[in-house]
């Protein structure tokens, strides 16, 4: 699975949690980037919020037999708070 958001964001799902405040997410290359087109990512909009987004892959996957590798990045731009949220991926069966 990968994500140039050269079509935004239709293949995402924004989530809900009820009772929470939930903040936007946004695209950007960010604010320090050798390449702005090339670097498009998704972006948190908010701070103190909660953040939930989906999106399927493009065609069922198998790890049977196989190890299975999974990387994300995050890039850290604002140096406000002395504390992060976290943030994990949750890979679920179809």
């Given at each position: 699975?990968?994500?140039?958001?050269?079509?935004?964001?239709?293949?995402w799902t924004?989530?809900?949690?009820?009772?929470?405040?939930?903040?936007k997410?946004?695209?950007?290359?960010?604010?320090?980037t050798?390449?702005?087109e090339?670097?498009?990512?998704?972006?948190?909009t908010?701070?103190?919020?909660?953040?939930?987004?989906?999106a399927?892959l493009?065609?069922?996957?198998?790890?049977?037999?196989?190890?299975?590798?999974?990387?994300?990045?995050a890039?850290?731009?604002n140096?406000?708070?002395?504390?992060?949220?976290?943030?994990?991926?949750?890979?679920?069966?179809a």
């Amino acid at each position: 699975f990968e994500d140039d958001f050269s079509k935004g964001m239709d293949k995402w799902t924004v989530g809900k949690m009820p009772g929470k405040e939930m903040g936007k997410w946004d695209i950007t290359s960010g604010k320090w980037t050798p390449d702005a087109e090339a670097t498009k990512g998704l972006t948190v909009t908010e701070d103190m919020r909660f953040y939930s987004i989906t999106a399927p892959l493009d065609k069922p996957a198998t790890s049977k037999g196989k190890d299975i590798v999974v990387q994300f990045s995050a890039k850290i731009e604002n140096h406000q708070y002395a504390y992060c949220g976290g943030g994990y991926i949750k890979l679920l069966p179809a």
